[in-house]
């Protein structure tokens, strides 16, 4: 009996490993997707495409929320114009790298990708989300009605998608742990720096070694090149004067929210000051102490700066601080 035990124990564990986690509701959908590239395969078979396949198109979930999405931010999507789309000689040409593409897709181990965002969110979040990769005319991914993860349909590594996907199951999961900032501009744009935050996660998240993932290695020349040039100069400065502007009411309201919306960019300063913040204060001063600073935002920019100290102290390492009237601006 006592042989079996080492055996009796590795097979509770692999059991407790594989379980699938209560917090967790999430599955990828590609009815759309499906759908239009068995119409590109009957026309690249020269089989007549009828009234059935194209309701099988227009009755997909994925088409029906993408459909609603695209409506609700004032833009036309028409079942006719998308029959254009589907018909033309452009996509036709992306037939098998869209077959091989959504193939990778349905391969991802989406339990793995909401490890990623839950190693980096508070034991209460929970994620409940559906992904649909989708063939569309716009070339953009996005987040709608807070849990459908509309990823376009591309030739890219499948790396590329499960750090997408991964990215936005953080943030899907952060809003239900984290309360939201409604407490003035400062508060709510402080929540901003919250993309870099999901980039660490997407990255490294259940990974061992925190920060030792490359951002973006696997995204398109222009992503990679945007990120290399943000993380060489991340802008402190420029966002310090932002925060300082909100904080002296100069800059409120509507002209706030625009001259927020610029930060963003393809990967802007959201992108890659909040990701220098994260990863000095994970790995200065822990993981936990990263969730707590970025849960309750009124301590993130006093919680960098102690990290960054802590790092030249450590290493001799100067990083931008902000300044302390801004740090000490929210603390409770």
Known sequence: ??????????????????????RTNLRIVTDEADAVLAILDARAAGRDIGDADWQRVFASEGYVRLKKRE???????EDDAFRAFAMSPELLAKRAALHAALD??????????????YAYLPPSAAITARVYPVVKPRENSFVFEGNAIFKYLEDEPLARFEETVAHELHHIGYGTACS??????????????????????????ARPGAGAHTPYASAAPDVREA?????ADPQFAALERFFGDLLDGTLKGDAADKRGFEFFGLVG???????????????ELGRQALIDAFCDTRTLLATYNRAAAAREKRTGQRLPRWSERLAAALVP
């Open 71 to 77: 409506h609700s931010m004032g833009r036309p999507f």
């Open 180 to 205: 939201a900032a409604d407490d003035g501009d400062f508060r709510k744009w402080l929540g901003a720096f919250g993309e870099g935050f999901a980039v660490l996660a997407a990255g490294a998240g």
């Open 269 to 283: 300063p959201w992108y890659t000051v909040g990701w220098t913040m994260a990863t000095t204060i994970e790995q």
């Open 1 to 22: 009996m006592r042989r079996l035990a080492p055996l009796l124990l590795l097979l509770f564990a692999a059991c407790a490993s594989s379980a699938p986690d209560r």
């Open 227 to 231: 990120w290399r040039k943000g993380i």
């Open 104 to 117: 990778r897709i349905k391969r991802a181990d989406l339990a793995a990708l909401a490890a990623r965002a």
